[in-house]
């Protein structure tokens, strides 16, 4: 396992929350051994510690694609990314590593939102549009990596952990009761809701988008 985690604002990021990432990195060290990764631009910070997997010379992360325009921070394996690869370099996307990871930024480049119909695996990533300003977050379809989310303001962070948005200290940590009897009797929270309040859990075959302030979720899988 990885851990993936991000802060994306609309108006530009300033010093302080480079320091906030970088805690959010720090406190999931436990989740990846083998490397850690920071990048940022104006208004986006992704960050990342790595167990190798797939390429283990090369896939550091966060990785991007050619013109360095679309970055990801990415937890787990695509276990067809060859497949998909077979597609994609013929259509003139260039690859500077073997990884995965790296068939997440061309397969977005490709097919937009919908890369994700291509993959199969299990995986949970979060992708900066940076021309479009655009923060895209997905979970595999039955939900085997973690990811969680929250927003304060015009920010917006994600993390593998709950301990690691708390680690920002932009949020809060505030307990939800109203679904504590639910956690007391199945020890786990069926929805979107966490036991934290304003912390939120991305549903397994799930997206969401942040765009201009706003979040949008969308669910692309379900059981047939």
């Known amino acids: 396992m990885c851990g993936i985690a991000g802060i994306v604002a609309i108006r530009p990021l300033d010093r302080e929350m480079h320091e906030c990432a970088i805690r959010m990195r720090d406190v999931m060290t436990h989740r990846g051994p083998d490397g850690v990764g920071l990048w940022a631009d104006t208004h986006a910070i992704l960050a990342h510690v790595r167990l190798s997997i797939v390429d283990l010379a090369g896939g550091q992360q966060p990785l991007s694609n050619e013109n360095a325009r679309i970055w990801v921070t990415y937890n787990g394996e695509i276990y067809n990314h060859r497949d998909v690869r077979t597609n994609l370099e013929p259509a ?7 990884s995965d990871t790296e068939t997440i930024v061309h397969a977005y480049e490709e097919w937009g939102d919908d890369c994700v119909h291509r993959f199969r695996g299990m995986f949970a990533f979060g992708l900066w549009d940076a021309p479009r300003r655009r923060l895209l977050l997905v979970r595999d379809r039955l939900g085997v990596n973690p990811l969680y989310w929250a927003q304060v ?4 962070v994600f993390a593998s952990e709950i301990k690691s948005i708390l680690a920002s200290n932009l949020v809060e940590a505030r307990p939800n009761t109203a679904v504590l009897s639910e956690v007391l009797a199945t020890r786990y929270t069926s929805g979107t809701e966490t036991l934290f309040e304003g912390i939120h859990k991305l549903l397994p075959g799930h997206r969401l988008v942040f765009e201009d302030g706003r979040v949008r979720v969308q669910q692309y899988w379900d059981l047939p």
């Open 92 to 98: 003139g996307h260039r690859y500077s590593t073997r």
């Open 153 to 156: 303001g015009d920010f917006l």
